[in-house]
């Protein structure tokens, strides 16, 4: 295996969880009779460059097909976050109705609504159809095309450079990163400032995420492999921010090497040097997710098993890729838990990849009544847990797998 950013000889193991089908491929109920494709999910670190990647088995269009599952504005939490981030930007670049945002992975317009409210120019890219048409229907031009070096240099022939771009949680998505990354310092105006938002490497280790590995995420980011990538690719990370998102995420601020004119800040200072005295640079560091992972996994099925012996009902919520990795992983099957819930009437009457799980509407919830409910997505138990406060009323109790088994 062969690194996707340096290219050296990749041989040191980081997780190996098994095989699994794409975590974002939904089943309807006629694909029930055939069979599904399974790929081996198995995660490695480059020695030379750092970079935690996945094996590849699979082309892109596999994870990122047309009914793409996954739509941003189903979670109030990230809009508000979204709308922070607008808000933030504009004040800070100055941006106005002669600026121009691009938004590499627009999704369904989550964020993208909130600059053309603001009064300022905004185009989005986003490759999958189901996605591309929801952000059409809030006015977004969106132009439907994986993004890279090509399309960032025609952009910008076409007199369409950005003055700010936007990628949040899609640097780990892409298969040829050095490629996805040099389209930015092409669509980049000379003063232009680019942004990107990925789950911290350094918090999944802490916290045994190991649920966030699946296909659809080629790579898995500390700062210091993307300052790597980056100076290789023709852009100078210029500061870092810390955020909550997913779990605990950074946003990167990026100039193009040839013309950038902002100062690195001591916040990106500060956190090369607290990855540096963590380890990163080291292999010792990235051992041990693994017995943490087979921990969690064989919790969640000992908690499961016992509750099936003893006459409980158990749901789940939010069908997201990261419970799909968690209960492929775990062998669940719906004789553990009988219902995933979702807002995403995408996802309603589809069932998990995998696990074959049905996920239903919320009103199943009420009408079920079970006794336990485990949150999927860990990273929105707060706004989940407030959401669902009437299991209670019930008897109901909340089940957190990750970072440990927690019933509450």
């Known amino acids: 295996m062969k690194c996707r950013h340096c290219h050296a000889e990749v041989t040191q193991r980081f997780a190996d969880l098994g095989t699994a089908p794409p975590s974002n491929s939904y089943l309807s109920e006629k694909q029930l009779a055939g069979p599904e494709r399974y790929y081996p999910l198995r995660v490695a670190v480059c020695s ?22 996954y739509f941003s504005s189903f979670s109030t939490q990230w809009l508000l976050h979204s709308e922070a981030y607008v808000k933030d930007m504009v004040a800070r670049l100055g941006l106005d109705d002669r600026s121009l945002v691009v938004e590499v992975a627009a999704n369904d317009g989550y964020l993208l609504q909130y600059v053309l409210a603001a ?41 369409r450079g950005a003055d700010l771009t936007a990628a949040n949680n899609v640097l780990a ?13 092409r669509i980049l105006k000379p003063a232009g400032v ?41 852009l100078m990370v210029f500061d870092v921010q810390t955020l909550p998102t997913h779990g605990g995420s950074l946003r990167v601020f990026a100039q193009r090497s040839d013309t950038g004119a902002y100062e690195k800040t001591a916040a990106l200072t500060d956190m090369l040097a607290r990855e540096a005295a963590l380890g990163i640079d080291t292999s010792e560091y990235y051992d041990g997710l693994q017995a943490h ?20 009902r158990v749901g789940a919520y939010g069908a997201a890729a990261k419970g799909n990795t968690l209960l492929n992983f775990a062998g669940v099957r719906g004789d553990l838990i009988d219902f995933v819930v ?7 009457d589809k069932f998990m990849p995998g696990s074959r799980i049905p996920i239903v509407a919320e009103q199943h919830l009420r009408d079920a009544k079970p006794d336990y409910v485990v949150i ?15 299991v209670r009323e019930w008897g109901g109790k909340f089940v957190i797998a990750v970072p440990e088994l927690l019933v509450e």
Request: with cysteine; proline share 3%; glycine share 6%.
């Open 48 to 69: 030379v460059c750092r970079l935690v990647q996945t094996e590849d088995f699979a082309d892109r269009e596999e994870f990122f097909s047309e009914d793409y599952g």
């Open 119 to 159: 009064g300022v120019g905004a185009l989005g890219i986003e490759p999958t159809r189901s996605t591309a048409d929801a952000a059409r229907k809030k006015g977004i031009e969106i132009i439907e095309e994986f993004f890279g070096e090509e399309l960032g240099a025609r952009l910008a022939a076409e007199g």
């Open 173 to 185: 998505h892409v298969p040829d990163i050095n490629d996805f990354v040099r389209g930015f310092a």
């Open 194 to 234: 680019a942004t990107f938002e990925f789950p911290h490497l350094v918090q999944l280790i802490e916290h045994h995420q190991f649920d966030t590995i699946y296909h659809e995420h080629y790579s898995y980011l500390s700062l210091t492999a993307v300052q790597r990538v980056f100076a290789a690719n023709g």
């Open 293 to 312: 992972a087979e921990r969690i996994k064989d919790d969640l099925i000992s908690f499961l098993v016992q509750a099936k012996r003893d006459g409980k």
């Open 342 to 348: 979702d807002r995403n009437p995408h996802k309603q």
């Open 376 to 390: 999927l997505p860990w990273n929105l138990r707060a706004e989940l847990a407030e959401q669902l406060a009437y």
